[in-house]
C-alpha cells in the first residue's frame, strides 16, 4: 500500500414519511504492483470533488427549480434542518453541475423540438447583472426549452428554428416572421387587441364592426374544435368563411385611422391566421408557450437579477427538464434521484 484516501460525503437518505441526513465516510487504499509498478486503488467508486452526495443535489436543485424556495433562504435552511454548511458560493456550484450532468438530456428535448411537427414560442425580460436581456421559451406539447440571449433580435430564431419544418405558432412580434413555413398567430392576442380597440374607441362603429364580424367568424370554429378536436378535416370547411370575410372586409373604405390600421394588419397576416384549418392538432392560440413563461416568471423571483450569464444558463437548463418532466407526466424530483439522463414514463409514479 502505497497510501490512503479518506472522503466524508454530506448526503441525505429518503424514506417513506421521512427524510434524513446521511453522511457517509469513503476509505480508499492505493497500491502499486512490485512488478509492473502499475498503481491500482482498492475501490473504483467515483468520489468527485464535491462533498455532497446525489441526493443532496437533487434536493437543492428540486426546492430551487419547482418549489420555487429563493437562494438566499435555501442555506438557512438547509443548515437549519439538515446541519449542512451551504453557502450561495457552493449552491451555484451545485447548480452548475446538475445543469452540466443534464446538458445532454436539454440538448435532446431540443432536438425533439426542432424536428416536431408544431413549436410554440413566446419571450421574456430578464435582468442579468442588472442589464436587461431576454430568454425565449420554445414548447410542443410534451418538451419544453429555455434559452437566455442578451438581445430580442430575430437572429436567435433563426439559428434555433433553421432545421424546423412544421407549423410556429407565435404572437404578432415581427421577429417570428423571419422564420420560413408555415405559421399560426394566436388569435387570443389578436381578439385582446381587438377589444382593447373597442374599449378605447367604444364609439367608433367601425371598429365594433369589425370586431363583431371577426367574433361571428370565429365562434363556428372553435365550436368545431369543442366537438371535433384541431382535426383538419373537420376545420377546412370554415375556410369558405375566411374567404368571405376578407372579400367583404378588404374593399372598405374606413374613415378612421384606428380601423385602417386594423383592416392593414388582418390584410398583412391573413394567411397566418388560420393555418390551424389546414393541419392536425396546431392549436389557434398560443396558451402552452405562455404557460411556460409564466413557470420561467416564477424562477425570475428565486434567482432575482443579481445573476450572472453563466448562471441564468444553467438555471435554464434545468428550468427545461423539470417542465418537460411536468409535461410528461414525470416527476421531477424523482427523476434527478434516479440519474437517469433519458426521460421515460416510468418514472411518473416515482422510484
Not at 248 to 258: A, G, Q, S
Request: net charge positive; aromatic share 12%.
Amino acid at each position: 500500500m502505497i497510501g490512503r484516501h479518506r472522503r466524508v460525503f454530506l448526503d441525505m437518505r429518503f424514506s417513506k414519511g421521512c427524510v434524513r441526513r446521511w453522511v457517509v465516510r469513503y476509505i480508499v487504499d492505493h497500491y502499486k504492483c512490485s512488478d509492473c509498478n502499475s498503481s491500482f486503488a482498492s475501490d473504483n467508486h467515483n468520489l468527485g470533488r464535491s462533498r455532497y452526495g446525489p441526493n443532496t443535489l437533487a434536493y437543492v436543485v428540486y426546492n430551487l427549480i419547482e418549489l420555487h424556495i429563493p437562494q438566499y433562504k435555501l442555506p438557512g435552511i438547509m443548515q437549519k434542518m439538515f446541519g449542512f454548511p451551504l453557502g450561495q458560493t457552493t449552491i451555484n456550484r451545485m447548480v452548475h453541475r446538475m445543469a452540466g450532468s443534464y446538458r445532454e438530456t436539454y440538448d435532446e428535448i431540443m432536438r425533439r423540438l426542432t424536428f416536431g411537427r408544431v413549436i410554440h414560442a413566446d419571450e421574456t425580460h430578464v435582468s442579468v447583472k442588472g442589464k436587461d436581456s431576454y430568454v425565449w421559451v420554445f414548447t410542443s406539447m410534451e418538451d419544453v426549452v429555455y434559452i437566455w440571449s442578451n438581445t430580442r433580435e430575430s437572429a436567435i430564431i433563426m439559428e434555433i428554428l433553421k432545421n424546423f419544418k412544421g407549423v410556429l405558432v407565435s404572437d404578432f412580434y415581427t421577429a417570428y416572421d423571419s422564420v420560413a413555413g408555415p405559421q399560426q398567430k394566436c388569435l387570443i392576442h389578436l381578439m385582446r387587441d381587438l377589444n382593447g380597440y373597442l374599449y378605447n374607441e367604444p364609439f367608433n362603429q367601425e371598429i365594433k364592426q369589425i370586431v363583431q364580424e371577426f367574433a361571428t367568424l370565429l365562434k363556428p370554429m372553435i365550436d368545431t374544435i369543442d366537438r371535433f378536436g384541431l382535426k383538419a378535416r373537420f376545420l377546412k370547411k370554415h375556410k369558405i368563411a375566411v374567404t368571405r370575410f376578407y372579400d367583404v372586409l378588404l374593399p372598405r373604405k374606413y374613415n378612421t385611422e384606428l380601423a385602417e390600421k386594423v383592416q392593414t394588419r388582418l390584410k398583412r397576416n391573413r394567411d397566418k391566421l388560420f393555418t390551424f384549418l389546414d393541419h392536425d392538432n396546431v392549436p389557434w392560440n398560443n396558451n402552452n408557450a405562455e404557460h411556460a413563461v409564466k413557470s420561467f416568471a416564477a424562477l425570475r423571483k428565486v434567482i432575482g437579477g443579481s445573476t450572472n450569464e453563466r448562471g441564468i444558463r444553467d438555471y435554464l437548463i434545468l428550468l427545461s427538464i423539470s417542465q418537460t418532466c411536468t409535461y410528461r407526466g414525470i416527476d421531477f424530483f424523482e427523476f434527478l434521484r434516479s440519474g437517469d439522463r433519458r426521460m421515460t414514463t416510468t418514472l411518473a409514479s416515482g422510484c
